[in-house]
């Protein structure tokens, strides 16, 4: 049974019952509605912390969805859990490509950011400071692009970014 057919709340029913419906009416081809109902059973599956079946649905999506901006998503839910799962370096590859095909996304700047940022941490603890400083500067490039494209989000790097303006100068 797809994960659709098994929420059990009454948003996630709902969203699925709209989803179904528009799925059928909207003038798509059966292999993106294929591609969509991979993707949203994706989502569900990641929500409930199920990342290894959210990972099959996004690879089954991504072998079916054609569209490069709707495939910019599947790869950042990729890059998501790669994240979660401590696997940064893998998680970087897919915010990339993500990055890529939509580079309008904030949140895959974000999370390059996060993941610079927690490397440069790492670098200083282990005593070498131009490794950090390197990883710092990289971290603040992804952060500044994320703010442009959304000042109102990222509050916490505005303000990491304001002290490590304040600390240079």
Sequence with gaps: MPRSQRNDNFIDKTF???????IKVLPTSNREKQAFTYYRDGMSAQAEGEYAEALQ????????EIDPYD???ILYNIG????????HGRALEYYYQALKRNPSLPQAL???????????EQAT??????VASLLYNKAADY???????APTNYLEAQAWLRQRETEVN
């Design 80 to 87: 998501l859990i790669h994240t979660s799962n401590g696997k």
């Design 57 to 64: 649905n996004y690879y089954q999506a991504l072998r079916l």
């Design 125 to 130: 603890e282990k005593y070498q400071p131009e």
């Design 71 to 73: 495939r910019s998503y």
């Design 143 to 149: 952060w500044n692009e994320a703010i442009r494209l």
């Design 16 to 22: 699925t019952v709209v989803a179904d419906i528009l």
């Design 110 to 120: 974000n999370n390059i950011a996060v993941i610079y940022h927690y490397r440069a």
